[in-house]
T-cell receptor
Framework: EAGVTQFPSHSVIEKGQTVTLRCDPISGHDNLYWYRRVMGKEIKFLLHFVKESKQDESGMPNNRFLAERTGGTYSTLKVQPAELEDSGVYFC??????????????FGAGTRLSVL | GENVEQHPSTLSVQEGDSAVIKCTYSDSASNYFPWYKQELGKGPQLIIDIRSNVGEKKDQRIAVTLNKTAKHFSLHITETQPEDSAVYFCAPIQKLVFGTGTRLLVSP
């Protein structure tokens, strides 16, 4: 069974450009999460999809970030226009269940975004 | 807001030694305590977890202990091996807050 896959693995763009990151969750996982880790800091939650709906987008930093999950399968995260502070590693994760009592998330390898 | 602290930030040990990483959290409502391991070029992977009704859980060389009263839980790795070298994250408020990570280096 394939794990969570992310594309591209690394993206280098200039400030002001647009970048789209893609995440393919594990098949059958309704829950999909986006996170990012900026250099040396903690992993921060961005948003959570349940199927195609945004369950929680409280971590999205600003309106330059747009996440979609049309059809409830793969998801994209677009940054437009990119700023220097957007550089970091963007992780996607998926889970079959979601419960405050605990659930297992499976992470992709991440996309390293470098904004120059 | 939620506050999660992880110590130490870096830990260097000799192969065969034990390693302990501690995670302190502030949200008393937390009831699920996972530890993730992130190897170079990979995403975080769950290695062990514990629920609030259990004080300790062990899986071969790794164990997690929980002190809910003091609001901290720890990862214990015994008989460390070079392949244990990675960054370890705690996530006591899963989805919302991860620890800052501990870089473990095991020297042969």
């Amino acid at each position: 069974e394939a794990g969570v896959t992310q594309f591209p693995s690394h993206s280098v763009i200039e400030k002001g450009q647009t970048v789209t990151l893609r995440c393919d969750p594990i098949s059958g996982h309704d829950n999909l999460y986006w996170y990012r880790r900026v250099m040396g800091k903690e992993i921060k939650f961005l948003l959570h999809f349940v199927k195609e709906s945004k369950q929680d987008e409280s971590g999205m930093p600003n309106n330059r970030f747009l996440a979609e999950r049309t059809g409830g399968t793969y998801s994209t995260l677009k940054v437009q226009p990119a700023e220097l502070e957007d550089s970091g590693v963007y992780f996607c994760a998926s889970s079959q269940d979601y419960s405050p009592r605990g659930y297992i998330q499976y992470f992709g390898a991440g996309t390293r975004l470098s904004v120059l | 807001g939620e506050n999660v602290e992880q110590h130490p930030s870096t830990l260097s040990v000799q192969e065969g030694d034990s390693a302990v990483i501690k995670c302190t959290y502030s949200d008393s409502a937390s009831n699920y305590f996972p530890w993730y391991k992130q190897e170079l070029g990979k995403g975080p992977q769950l290695i062990i977890d514990i629920r609030s009704n259990v004080g300790e859980k062990k899986d071969q060389r790794i164990a997690v202990t929980l002190n809910k009263t003091a609001k901290h839980f720890s990862l214990h790795i015994t008989e460390t091996q070079p392949e244990d070298s990675a960054v370890y994250f705690c996530a006591p408020i899963q989805k919302l807050v991860f620890g800052t990570g501990t870089r473990l280096l095991v020297s042969p």
